[in-house]
């Protein structure tokens, strides 16, 4: 599976304030990590944050050539990306768009489907598999056993029902 040099990591869903901020409804873990980002990318375009601050799930941030409310409102309903290399991840970390694709088999190497959404819930993310029939597998220690990016390739262990 092939990784792509940028990451979906928001879309624009409003201005904030008249001096050009724009409020970004965060994608990733959270707004904290966007922001370290120092930078994002709209329609291949970088724009460094000069400035930004959390507000809930919500990045409120200062885009560089951003000066003013209609330039800030000219971006509202775009993609905003990051570079996979301003995004170091920890040991065996992902991305969920990494995965998106991958063959999940069970713990005898059987293959159960591909997995076709992440579903984000309060308690745990959950892996939609399409195979024979869907599953819908909680994304924990004790179902998800393996998680192989660069293979494409997930090890799960299921109970009755899922």
Known sequence: MGKNAFIEAGR???????AGEVKIEVWLDSPQFLKRCGRVY???????????KVQKNFLIAKL??????????????????????????????YFIQDILGAAVVDEQGREIGRLTDVLERPASNIYVVQGETEHLIPAVPKFIRNTDAEKGIITVRLIEGM
């Open 42 to 52: 709209l329609d291949g375009a970088e724009r460094k944050i000069l400035a930004a």
């Open 64 to 93: 560089e050539g951003v000066e003013d409310l209609n330039a800030a409102m000219a971006l509202k309903g775009r993609v905003a990306q990051i570079a996979r290399e301003d995004a170091p991840l920890p040991r065996g970390g």
């Open 12 to 18: 624009i869903v409003n201005t904030h304030g008249v």
